[in-house]
């Protein structure tokens, strides 16, 4: 396992021809990151997960979020950017989507389960460019904390969001509860 100011600076380095599916897949693989290293970056809230913003440049943005347990994302996309993630602390599950049908100008969106997929410490994952749109979450029979790490290639800040119930979906600003280990303004 590795501190967290290492793998950052090593994903900086990453050459631009790995910085793919499959090579951030493995170099998140190949270098865990130590989770007592993640300290400035572990902010929990009993009301919802947070995002924290450990690094970001042109190529990508580097967040830890961090989930109480039965805590869980909307159902969300990333907006065409791709996303990998590692649990460092836990255990979380992803839930993947495909779009029944949809109709962008009213926000009508029907959508159907499709696989999940569980990530720990041993077993990073990553959003397929097919299926974009997932949920994330800590089981709430684990009873425990967890602490993601996500890698999201190019930053971005808006996403669409899905609701099952309502067969909607809407595009939303995203924001960090941290930047560099210190607390935003809002």
């Not at 009213?106 to 460019?129: I, Q, S």
Request: aromatic share 10%.
């Amino acid at each position: 396992m590795i501190p967290i100011e290492r793998f950052t600076r090593e994903l900086r380095a990453l050459p631009a021809a790995d910085f793919t599916l499959e090579g951030v897949d493995a170099f998140l693989r190949a270098n865990p990151v130590d989770p007592s290293s993640l300290g400035p970056y572990l902010h929990y809230e009993p009301t919802h997960y947070t995002r924290h913003l450990i690094d970001r440049c042109d190529r990508y943005e580097l967040l830890a979020i961090c989930w109480d347990a039965g805590q869980a994302s909307a159902i969300h996309n990333h907006s065409g950017q791709r996303c990998w993630m590692a649990a460092p602390i836990g255990r979380l599950a992803v839930q993947n989507y495909r779009v029944v049908r949809q109709d962008e100008a009213t926000g009508f969106c029907e959508l159907a389960e499709t696989d999940r997929v569980e990530m720990d410490a041993g077993r990073p994952a990553y959003v397929r460019p097919h299926e974009p749109i997932h949920s994330v979450f800590n089981p709430k029979e684990q009873g425990a904390r967890a602490a993601s790490l996500h890698v999201y290639s190019l930053p971005y800040d808006r996403c669409l969001v899905y609701s099952l119930e309502a067969r909607t979906c809407r595009e939303i600003p995203l924001f960090f509860d941290t930047e560099y280990g210190k607390p935003t303004k809002g």
